[in-house]
């Protein structure tokens, strides 16, 4: 899955939820139960997340939404290989990302 999200420091919960198509409740909940994501928050307690927050989001919904892992599956996942697992998720990440820019410029030719 692509998020398509502009450049920003901070991005808040509901744009974050827009990006992923899920509820901003479901981010608050993956918050909780994975140590990775941790979002700033103002004098609110509106959360801000950083661009690192929304990588390892990304990675937790591929691991949860498109590979099915279970909560637990996945905490274990990104324990034990994380370093490995991330780099291989982002290098895929960045090639859905040029095949959707290439299929773009295709469709404008």
């Known amino acids: 899955m692509h998020i398509?999200?502009?450049e920003k420091r901070y991005y808040g919960i509901g744009e974050v939820a827009k990006a992923f198509?899920?509820?901003?409740?479901?981010i608050r909940?993956?918050?909780?139960?994975?140590?990775?994501?941790?979002?700033?928050?103002?004098?609110?307690?509106?959360?801000?997340?950083?661009?690192e927050d929304i990588k390892?989001?990304?990675?937790?919904?591929?691991?949860?939404?498109?590979?099915?892992?279970?909560?637990?599956g996945a905490k274990t996942h990104l324990k034990?290989?994380?370093k490995q697992a991330l780099e291989k998720f982002e290098i895929i990440d960045k090639l859905e990302s040029i095949?959707?820019?290439?299929?773009?410029?295709?469709?404008q030719l």
């Open 4 to 6: 398509d999200l502009p």
């Open 21 to 26: 198509k899920v509820n901003a409740s479901l």
């Open 29 to 51: 909940f993956w918050e909780k139960e994975f140590d990775v994501i941790k979002p700033k928050k103002n004098a609110k307690g509106n959360r801000k997340f950083t661009p």
């Open 56 to 72: 390892n989001l990304k990675f937790i919904y591929h691991l949860v939404k498109e590979r099915g892992f279970t909560l637990d």
């Open 80 to 82: 034990e290989n994380k």
């Open 99 to 107: 095949k959707a820019q290439l299929v773009k410029i295709k469709t």
